[in-house]
């Protein structure tokens, strides 16, 4: 096992991984400000498997990872033949868990959505249970796939159609979307939208539309776009994160007051509709784990997929 890698070495393995994703990567990791390590078994200085592990002020991994934040193989494993591959994968993840138990208290992993063996965290301890074992639990995020859509007019068509009514009805009131840096924008309005639900925001929450917001257009990751009314006033806003293949919806923040305008679907649009011509290959909604947050993403026409976040802890 080593520990430790360098970013750039890490960046590039992570990018051509099958389980490749933004929240692994060291530009998520540093400007989410969270402590955190790299585990990574190798072979012939080769990164074969690589994991990030969250990391607590105490040390110990933090029990809420982001999303994907979990386990990554190389990309050599792809090639291999589907009996060499299994194989292969559950003796890496046996190694690696059996590392981890030396190492730490607890784990706690969000596997991305591409993982598909978690037999050895099931298997984990099969035998000695009293030594604590896996927890699985299934959540849900959604993906619209943009390889096969044309123009804009498909990405409307096959939405729901509340969603193409909303659009169309911003356009003909006058709204408009810019791409902007505003930052206190988006904080304002998500400010707001908070206070319809009648909850406070937390400080994670906070943190993530002002200080990682501001880092994520800084550093050319992030794409904020701001919706306005035919007077200029902000109606809307949305935070999308993106890579190479992939843009993720991180925050969207509304104005209760244009609630019946449906600014938010028209931002949402012109999100799909902006990476779509930037060459991007899908759109992560990063979850839809609430029934009024999910329905509303699934109306985009993306499509339901499941992934799994692993515990285990010491007992």
């Given at each position: 096992l080593q520990v430790g890698v360098d970013k750039k070495k890490w960046d590039r393995f992570v990018s051509s991984s099958p389980q490749n994703n933004l929240f692994c990567m060291s530009q998520f990791?540093?400007?989410?400000?969270?402590n955190y390590e790299l585990l990574l078994v190798t072979k012939n200085q080769n990164i074969q498997l690589g994991a990030v592990v969250i990391k607590q002020d105490d040390g110990q991994p933090a029990l809420n990872p982001f999303m994907y934040q979990g386990l990554l193989f190389d990309q050599s494993v792809a090639k291999y033949s589907t009996s060499k591959r299994v194989k292969k994968c559950l003796e890496m993840v046996d190694f690696l868990l059996a590392e981890i138990e030396q190492r730490y208290n607890r784990i706690n992993f969000s596997l991305h959505h591409s993982f598909e063996d978690l037999r050895s965290f099931q298997w984990f301890h099969y035998h000695e249970p009293?030594?604590?074992?896996?927890?699985?639990?299934?959540?849900?995020?959604?993906?619209?796939?943009?390889?096969?859509?044309?123009?804009?007019?498909t990405v409307l068509r096959n939405a729901r159609t509340v969603r193409r009514q909303e659009y169309r009805k911003c356009i003909r009131e006058g709204f408009n979307i810019e791409e902007s840096k505003d930052i206190e924008v988006l904080d304002h309005l998500?400010?707001?939208?908070?206070?319809?639900?009648?909850?406070?925001?937390?400080?994670?929450?906070k943190l993530m539309v002002t200080t990682f917001a501001e880092k994520a257009l800084h550093n050319r990751f992030g794409k904020l776009l701001i919706c306005r009314d035919k007077l200029g006033n902000p109606a809307s806003a949305s935070l999308f994160l993106f890579d190479d293949?992939?843009?993720?919806?991180?925050?969207?923040?509304?104005?209760?007051?244009?609630?019946k305008y449906g600014a938010g679907?028209?931002?949402?649009?012109?999100?799909?509709?902006?990476?779509?011509?930037?060459?991007?290959?899908?759109?992560?909604f990063v979850g839809i784990n609430s029934p009024m947050r999910g329905d509303f993403k699934?109306?985009?026409?993306?499509?339901?997929?499941?992934?799994?976040?692993?515990?285990?802890?010491?007992?």
């Open positions: 990791l540093d400007a989410w400000g969270k009293e030594k604590g074992r896996f927890q699985l639990n299934v959540s849900y995020t959604a993906i619209l796939d943009l390889k096969d859509i044309v123009d804009h007019d998500h400010v707001k939208t908070f206070e319809r639900q009648g909850i406070g925001r937390n400080a994670s929450e293949t992939t843009c993720y919806y991180l925050i969207g923040a509304n104005d209760p007051d244009y609630r679907s028209y931002i949402v649009f012109e999100q799909i509709i902006r990476f779509m011509e930037q060459g991007l290959l899908q759109v992560d699934t109306s985009f026409n993306a499509c339901p997929v499941p992934y799994f976040v692993v515990t285990w802890e010491k007992p």
